[in-house]
């Protein structure tokens, strides 16, 4: 009755199913089952061996992941059996816990669990409390510091021992009084379930006791994912009994960055002496292509015990493509017109793509380029670039430059950067200006030249920020947009004030985006002056008013590596594969950290079920600045004969050096007074073109469009889009 238990399971999958007794560690390679294994393992201990349910307990990362094991479950052992067994996340599982024996520590039953957001205002507060400079401080930083600490089971009193910098001290102070304000709340934020827990099982052994003679059988899955007082609960529970079924992969090991701990899953067998370790190599996810492809990045890290390797019957697929573009723009292009080329073969549909990345930021050229192509596309996991909080900021402030009239932008960053003008004071200054019938803008300078209903406090701080804004509109007539911005920038402080609005890693990612959004600025310092900030802020607002799409819809994914994990496509494209992207340039210094980057690519890579594209660019813009790329090391590892490269940049690149770029679908240029619209191709891929303003240049595709011809062509500084009735390009002989 049994027998479809293992019915499906290949042979490396049926001994961990029938492992029964002692620690067991399962390395399960990406594509290999895991979830099918623990599953079917839980069912094998009810059915097959009539272990209770009630003494089995399984740990997930995910509510999605403990729900779906639950739904699994229903249909092998049956609803009842499957509702008494105990599945849960980490955190989910201490709260249940703690409801019942956080008297033993001294706390209330009825504890409430403050979210992200609760946190927030607590440690505003405690800043407030200390007459810490908020701006200095910033709360979310404080916060990231604390968590830190709490993941590895430092407490205030040793975080002040072990920490001797001056800020050190400072959040040490923070932590202290905001346990203080949570204890005298009753509350417990998500760390604290852990931490809390940790501090019952260690001072309390009757407690702990329980917990153990109850879960005879524990189940944890992406063991590599622990952090220290996650480690520290399971080497609690399974401390009597040691069955400990632990499921992961440490070659899938990438968030070291919050908290978690890589060395749990490699010192398994030093923890548990006589564990079994059982290798899922059998890939039923990807092509043979990709997975050779995969693992040769993963060998350039060196040998390590237990290296998988994983096979598939899939067959061996279409080789890997390996793609060099110009430069983001080019990158963008590339990865668009292929997607388009695959969907129109009738092979894909768009939601079959992907596109991952390292970095937000490096979205935005793909969000341009995308709609220029009509492609439909959705932000997996994070905000389209122009919703971003930053990006909108920097806008408000580029709005009020072309208009100070504007009082949706004033409004927006009337206290940001923060200098002191809350609600309550933005508030009055709005009934002020209705009542002097005039915009805020002159509400501003009522203010500055006559009487008003402010007191001191508040109307110095408004007066700074009409300063500021005078200071920066005064920049506008003389300065040419990139320069303009740059100077804007530096005036507010914009990289100091993210560094201390975020944590260390937060604000480094929202200041990429600062950069980037300095990249599009280039594209139109061509224009005369005055014609640059309005063109900008136009094209601007029509890419930010696309509405979000249904995420169910039939749309490109784009994601970073991070958010990937866990996931699948037919087609993937990993882009921006250059040292300082991937390795990040934050990884550097340490050599663990870089080998984590490596993990990361991996992961990225095995996401890929038939098509994998692995790209980089030969220069990319950074705040302005092109920069000549070196592509990462990792693609060093990889032999030769395991990629193709179809699509190369021109090995030698005109000589042109205008610096004129395109913006978006649009090419900024004189048409002449009667255009003739071409009624066929003229331009082929290859040809040799020139154009009277770029240069020489390599025709890198072409098409009709509107009655027009648009080539795509790869000039000395970049690759433009060029109309054909308008751009007066001519073949070139030489």
């Known amino acids: ?429 709005i009934r002020w200006a209705n009542e002097l019938g005039v915009p805020l803008y002159q509400a501003l300078r009522e203010i500055e030249v006559g009487t008003s209903p402010f007191a001191a406090r508040t109307r110095t701080a408004l007066l700074g920020f009409l300063a500021t804004l005078d200071q920066i509109l005064t920049m506008r007539a003389t300065l040419p947009l990139d320069d303009l911005f740059d100077a804007m920038i530096g005036r507010l402080a914009v990289r100091e004030v993210l560094l201390k609005e975020y944590d260390p890693e937060e604000a480094e990612d929202r200041w990429r985006n600062v950069q980037e959004l300095r990249n599009v600025i280039s594209n139109y310092i061509h224009l005369p002056i005055e014609a640059q900030l309005p063109t900008f802020l136009e094209d601007v607002a029509l890419v930010a008013d696309v509405d979000k799409l249904d995420a169910k819809a039939d749309a490109v994914t784009c994601i970073t590596l991070h958010q990937a994990k866990g996931l699948e496509y037919p087609v993937v494209f990993l882009v921006g594969l250059e040292e300082g992207l991937l390795p990040h340039s934050r990884a550097l210094a340490e050599r663990e950290q870089v080998e984590e980057e490596r993990r990361l690519l991996y992961v990225g890579m095995t996401r890929a079920r038939q098509r994998l594209y692995l790209c980089y660019a030969f220069r990319r813009a950074t705040f302005g600045r092109f920069i000549v790329t070196t592509r990462t090391r990792f693609l060093a590892d990889i032999p030769k004969e395991l990629l193709t490269q179809p699509h190369k940049r021109p090995a030698t690149p005109p000589t042109a050096q205008t610096s004129m770029l395109t913006s978006r679908s649009r090419i900024i240029t004189t048409p002449p007074a009667t255009p003739a619209p071409p009624s066929s191709i003229t331009f082929a891929p290859g040809q040799a073109v020139v154009h009277p303003m770029f240069g020489e240049g390599v025709v890198v595709s072409s098409r009709l469009i509107e009655n027009d011809e648009e080539v795509t062509v790869m000039f000395a500084d970049k690759e433009r889009r060029l109309l054909a009735s308008f751009a007066k390009l001519e073949h070139h002989a030489g």
Not at 234 to 251: T, Y
Request: aromatic share 10%.
């Open 1 to 429: 009755m049994n027998d479809d238990l293992f019915s499906g399971l290949n042979p490396a999958q049926q001994r961990a199913v029938q492992a029964v007794d002692g620690p067991v560690l399962v390395l399960a390679g990406p594509g290999s089952g895991k979830t099918r294994v623990l599953t079917h393992r839980v069912a094998y201990l009810i059915r097959a061996l009539q272990i209770d349910p009630y003494q089995i307990l399984a740990v997930t990362f995910t509510n999605k992941a403990a729900r779906e094991m639950k739904q699994r479950l229903v249909q092998l052992v049956g609803e009842e059996a499957a509702y008494a067994l105990t599945v849960g996340t980490f955190h989910s599982l201490c709260a249940r816990f703690l409801r019942r024996d956080s008297v033993h520590l001294g706390r209330e039953r009825d504890f409430v669990i403050y979210d992200s957001d609760d946190q927030e205002r607590l440690m505003r507060r405690v800043v407030r409390e200390l007459n810490l400079d908020e701006k200095k401080y910033a709360p979310r930083a404080m916060l990231s510091r604390i968590s830190s600490a709490k993941n590895e089971l430092v407490g205030p009193a040793e975080y002040a021992r072990l920490n001797h910098t001056y800020l050190d001290e400072i959040v040490a102070r923070c932590y202290e009084r905001y346990q203080h304000l949570l204890r005298q709340s009753n509350a417990l934020d998500f760390d604290d379930l852990l931490v809390e827990m940790v501090h019952l099982f260690d001072q309390h052994p009757a407690v702990l006791a329980h917990y153990q003679r109850r879960y005879a059988y524990l189940l944890v899955d992406e063991y590599q994912d622990t952090n220290r007082a996650q480690y520290m609960l399971v080497k609690h529970l399974a401390a009597q009994r040691h069955n400990l079924f632990a499921v992961g992969d440490n070659d899938q090991s990438i968030y070291g960055w919050r908290g978690a701990d890589i060395r749990n899953i490699l010192q398994f067998e030093q923890d548990y002496p006589n564990a079994q370790v059982i290798l899922l190599e059998q890939n039923y996810r990807s092509t043979q292509a990709i997975l050779d492809t995969a693992q040769a990045v993963l060998a350039g890290g060196g040998q390590q015990k237990h290296r998988k390797h994983l096979w598939t019957e899939n067959g061996a697929g279409a080789t890997v493509s390996l793609h060099e573009g110009y430069d983001q723009d080019a990158e963008a292009t590339f990865v668009a017109e292929e997607i388009a080329r695959l969907v129109a073969s009738g092979e894909v549909s768009y939601g079959d793509c992907a596109v991952m990345y390292r970095v937000n930021a490096q979205s935005r050229a793909l969000e341009e380029t995308f709609m220029q192509h009509g492609l439909r596309y959705q932000i997996i996991g994070g905000t389209r670039f122009y919703e971003r909080k930053e990006i909108r900021d920097v806008i408000a402030y580029l709005r009020l430059v072309a208009n100070p009239y504007d009082d949706s932008a004033l409004t927006r960053i009337l206290n940001w950067p923060g200098r002191g003008i809350g609600d309550r004071s933005e508030a009055e200054l």
